[in-house]
Nanobody
């Protein structure tokens, strides 16, 4: 059974920082492209960042220079370091495991709320 469990969300003031974690089980983690997506109320779910097995990264323009995605294959965990947070970063953040490159499935976590407000 595949599980992606996010943690680290919460309430932070504008300009602050948070680090999200996503612990994966039930997959060969090192083979998956891992990603973070977010969904604000009334909006579609959008890409935030992805990281390949070779640690190549991709970011949405809105978070470039502020967010950093990383992975620890020994811990089956992907991280999202978020700095200089803005109110428009408020959303539910979802972890994604994409196994399409190795003919495996695509999986989502349950999401963690990030609220940026003073």
């Amino acid at each position: 059974q595949v599980q992606l469990v996010e943690s680290g969300g919460g309430l932070v003031q504008p300009g602050g920082s948070l680090t999200l974690s996503c612990a994966a089980s039930g997959i060969i983690f090192s083979r998956y492209v891992m990603g973070w997506y977010r969904q604000a109320p009334g909006k579609q779910r959008d890409l935030v960042a992805t990281i390949t097995s070779g640690r190549r990264t991709n970011y949405a323009d809105s978070v470039k220079g502020r967010f950093t995605i990383s992975r620890d294959n020994a811990k089956n965990t992907v991280y999202l370091q978020m700095n200089s947070l803005k109110p428009e970063d408020t959303a539910v953040y979802y972890c994604n495991a994409d196994g399409s490159l190795v003919l495996r499935g695509n999986y989502w976590g349950q999401g963690t709320q990030v609220t940026v407000s003073s």
